[in-house]
């Protein structure tokens, strides 16, 4: 099985950045950022191709967060910038390979002055 390991949440203050990044065990075809605040629903943030590099974003978050990989290190970026109190959630890290999905343990973003 493949296993998720999350790092990188902590506490920012609005418009300040933060470095989030999962690594895997393996190598894997997709890999992404979804989020869930308390009473809210889990929602995609953002997920790249990990070959060719292409990427999506929430509209939420476009233009401030930028999806990156390396893929020597099955790793996936999330630098996220400009911040905003909207943006505190426990950022999950999800990856696929074939016909299966992976779900990180979760990191917690709290974005407060």
């Known amino acids: 099985q493949v296993q998720l390991v999350e790092s990188g949440g902590g506490l920012v203050q609005p418009g300040g950045s933060l470095r989030l990044s999962c690594a895997a065990s393996?190598?894997?075809?997709?890999m992404g950022w979804y989020r869930q605040a308390p009473g809210k629903e889990r929602e995609l943030v953002a997920i790249?191709?990990?070959?060719?590099?292409?990427?999506n974003y929430a509209d939420s978050v476009k233009g401030r967060f930028t999806i990156s990989r390396d893929n020597a290190k099955n790793t996936v970026y999330l630098q996220m910038s400009s911040l905003k109190p909207e943006d505190t959630a426990v950022y999950y890290c999800?990856?696929?390979?074939?016909?299966?999905?992976?779900w990180g343990q979760g990191t917690q973003v709290t974005v407060s002055s």
């Open positions: 393996r190598s894997m075809f997709v």
């Open positions: 999800y990856a696929a390979w074939g016909a299966n999905g992976y």
């Open positions: 790249i191709i990990t070959t060719a590099g292409s990427t």
